[in-house]
């Protein structure tokens, strides 16, 4: 089976902390991605990576970084949290090499309150 | 970004009843995925579907690639008390890329 693990799963920040979500999976995947859950807007994409290395911004990267160093880890870093980035992240990853390489296997989460 | 309309938003029934959802889309996937969510929980993959016209069926979940490529559907038969949760469609356009655009989920509740 695979398994995405994320580091925590209840995080609270105050208002200009530097946070680092981390996200790791086990199954050799070459994508990983981090979106965000808000109520009544569904699962926005941040960041993805498709590499060691590389990265690509999704459709809110605003106010997001992230690092991707290992294959099997991919880091969500929020520079200067705000109240606004209270929410639920969420990390998932996927094949590139295969026929199902468009199945995401997502983590359990991280709910980030900022206050 | 771009988002599927996924109907209906939320649905309450008994147990045992048959539950039917749809995503629909102006454009063409190539890729249909449905996932549930349980609360606090991340989602969980149900169904993957590549191509216009498959059926596939997971137990007592049954999804559609619509003949059109523009929608999909989503049926659960006799429904119990642990298939609430939230349910999301996700398709994948065509072309070179990895990403998923995402439904904006059904709430399902089951009355035991």
């Known amino acids: 089976d695979v398994k995405v693990t994320q580091s925590s799963r209840y995080l609270v920040k105050r208002t200009g902390e530097k946070v680092f979500l981390e996200c790791v999976q086990d199954?050799?995947?070459?994508?990983m991605f981090w979106y965000r859950q808000d109520p009544g807007l569904g699962l926005r994409l941040i960041y993805f990576?498709?590499?060691?290395?590389?990265?690509e911004k999704g459709d809110i990267p605003e106010g997001y970084s992230v690092s991707r160093e290992k294959k099997e880890r991919f880091s969500l870093i929020l520079e200067s949290a705000s109240t606004n980035q209270t929410s639920m992240y969420l990390c998932?990853?996927?094949?590139?090499?295969?026929?199902?390489?468009?199945?995401?296997?997502f983590g359990p989460g991280t709910r980030l309150t900022v206050l | 970004g771009q988002q599927l309309n996924q109907s209906p938003q939320s649905m309450f029934i008994q147990e045992g009843e048959d539950v039917s959802m749809n995503c629909t889309s102006s454009?063409?996937?190539?890729?249909w995925l449905w996932y549930k969510q349980d609360p606090g929980e991340g989602p969980v993959l149900l169904i993957a579907?590549?191509?216009?016209?498959e059926l596939t069926s997971n137990g007592r979940l049954t999804a559609q690639f619509g003949i059109t490529r523009k929608d999909s559907f989503l049926n659960i038969s006799a429904s119990i008390p642990s298939d609430v949760g939230i349910y999301f469609c996700?398709?994948?356009?065509?072309?070179?890329?990895?990403?998923?655009?995402f439904g904006t989920g059904t709430l399902l509740a089951v009355q035991p």
């Open positions: 998932a990853s996927s094949l590139t090499t295969s026929r199902f390489y468009n199945e995401q296997f």
């Open positions: 199954m050799d995947h070459e994508n």
């Open positions: 990576s498709y590499d060691v290395k590389m990265k």
């Open positions: 454009s063409i996937f190539n890729t």
């Open positions: 579907l590549y191509k216009a016209g």
């Open positions: 996700a398709g994948r356009l065509g072309g070179a890329t990895n990403k998923l655009i």
